[in-house]
């Protein structure tokens, strides 16, 4: 199982960003994908995540309006794109991936419910 993150970088308030997770190893259309994020010295939170079908997104309140997610099963892989960003959403961005059973659109929310990561990919927002 390999969740590969990238599109990271260094950009200025106010400007956007794609973050894309390339997945192999695992049939991905069974499985939920959830941005994940963690900012120096705080806790990794739930950003946006994504059912298998891609019917069913869920966003945590600061990104619902600043951020789409959407998913490729055909590429097996899963995108954030990321508007109005601020220094605030500076952090490392990590993709994870969730199990789907009986074909629930269910998108867990919470880091136990995810059982594959990847190696997590730095947004710095600069002011």
């Known amino acids: 199982v390999q969740l590969v993150e990238s599109g990271g970088g260094l950009v200025q308030a106010g400007g956007s960003l794609r973050l894309s997770c390339v997945t192999s190893g695992f049939p991905f259309d069974d499985y939920s994908i959830a941005w994940f994020r963690q900012a120096p010295g705080k806790e990794r939170e739930f950003v946006a995540g994504i059912s298998w079908n891609g019917d069913n997104a869920y966003y945590a309140a600061s990104m619902k309006r600043r951020s789409t997610i959407s998913r490729d099963n055909a590429q097996n892989t899963v995108y954030l794109q990321m508007y109005s960003l601020s220094p605030e959403d500076t952090a490392v961005y990590y993709c994870?991936?969730?199990?789907?059973?009986?074909?629930?659109?269910?998108?867990?929310?919470?880091?136990?419910?995810?059982?594959?990561w990847g190696q997590g990919t730095q947004v710095t927002v600069s002011s």
């Open positions: 994870a991936a969730s199990q789907t059973y009986n074909g629930a659109l269910y998108v867990p929310r919470t880091e136990t419910e995810y059982d594959s």
